[in-house]
């Protein structure tokens, strides 16, 4: 309740009264595009008094102006690909800047429900700590800000994401929610991906493979490598992996039976996408994480479920020609071979190339930078091709060097262990300290990921990670909130 000695900075206003002027402005705004023909108006005009309902409504509540932040960054790419609209990026920046003016307003307001002090914990203080690196490193003779427009989101974008979900994903009930809505993400994405191998590439997907040579990476002798809403195949995959191991330990946790069809269903088409993505380090996420479940869970039976699962997965892709018919199956099946993989020997010639060019840079080329070859002579940064990083940590020692990278894993280490500290010893409802775990396998699933792919530091997993570990951070939180016994889902 506000406080009445100090004035409101979002003063009560009448719902009637908003609707009833949303509704003559927009009429008016409407017949004005109709009568000019002006049809692009008339559309925009049309829907503007919805976006006036829902920009209020988000202004009043952080959690409604979060959970609208996490549907544009989750069907960001779809949105950029069908705008076709050079530095549509920019949206992400509004969408976080206008959640976090959200929790500002409600701040001032004196809403009992912002708890600032979650905004303490493993996640924030240790990007602090990169955050600081990335500065220093600035000063060194070797490095230098490449591309300041497109490195804004080290400096403002993650940052605003960890602070935002460590203040609002702190109750057991934005967990539900969370899970639900991730449920029907997930079941979007795999109808989109089952669309394009049935009926073919949209208009605005064949732009996409033709325009930026994304037909190179997806086109294939071997087969079509599809991608449903993400920015390309190797993101959808690495994604569904974690969430092919999330929905399928949560199948196996949840007591409702609804929110368990929901899990089932999602797990089904989480796996279906990661198959068709034809991403093989891919299968390394629900692998890992499965692994990292079996240490932190104190459930026998899932413990054991998990082992068997991990094992049979195993023994299914190396040992067993099965399946080999299905150029997905037999595309995934190489991932386990890679010695024999022809790609990734390619990947360890680049890698050696680049820690020759940097075994006098420790503190890399700067952000941004890039390795080109050029005549066999290497430069630090040029229009021409680079030599690919083919993944996020790559990159990351590229741009910051061997210190830089030790000092990243380090932080993630960290975190890793904060979190499992919390899961084993600080909450006490079993159920809750099961999703939590689970979505933290997931998390670290996709980490392992980032030695072959880039899928940890793209969209949506920028916002999922965090998501993610908030929750498992404000575990003793939500534990606190339940009952030893009590069934969440």
Known sequence: MANPTIPRILPDASPKGLIYLCLFGGLGLIVYGAATMNWLFLVAAALLPLAIMVLFQVIQHPVWSYLFAGIIFCYFSAIYRYANIPGLSGILDIVLGLSFFSLLVNTANRNSDIHWENAINALTLT???????????????????????????????????????????????????????????????????????????????????????????????????????????????????????????????????????????????????????????????????????????????????????????????????????????????TAFHPTEDASFNVRLENQKKIAQYLQNKPVGLGIGGKIVEDKNLYKEYSTQESIPSDSFFVNIWIQHGIIGLCLYIGILVFVLLRCCYLLMFRIQNKQLRQILAALLCGVFGLWLNGYVGRGMGMQPNNFLIPLFLAFTLNGPLMDKMLKKDEILL
């Open 127 to 333: 990007y602090g700590i990169w955050m600081i690196y990335c500065v220093l490193s600035l000063f060194s003779p070797y490095t230098e800000l490449h591309n300041p427009v497109g490195s804004r989101g080290l400096f403002i974008g993650i940052p605003l994401t960890y602070l935002l979900s460590s203040i609002l994903m702190c109750t057991p009930k934005r967990l539900k929610i969370s899970l639900l809505l991730l449920g029907i993400y997930v079941v979007t994405i795999a109808f989109k991906a089952a669309y394009q191998r049935y009926r073919g590439f949209d208009d605005a997907e064949a732009r996409f493979l033709l325009e930026q040579e994304a037909w190179h990476a997806h086109i294939l002798s071997t087969g079509t490598r599809y991608f449903s809403f993400y920015s390309d195949a190797g993101n959808l995959g690495s994604s569904m992996g974690m969430f092919t191991l999330i929905f399928g330990l949560l199948s196996l946790i949840v007591k409702r039976y609804w929110m368990r069809i929901i899990c089932f269903i999602a797990t089904i088409g989480a796996c279906y996408c990661m198959f068709l993505s034809g991403t093989r380090g891919g299968i390394i996420v629900p692998l890992g994480g499965l692994l990292l479940y079996t240490f932190i869970n104190k459930n026998a039976r899932l413990i054991i479920a998990s082992i068997l699962m991990g094992v049979l997965t195993f023994v299914f892709f190396y040992f067993t020609n099965i399946g080999d018919s299905n150029r997905f199956i037999h595309r995934m099946r």
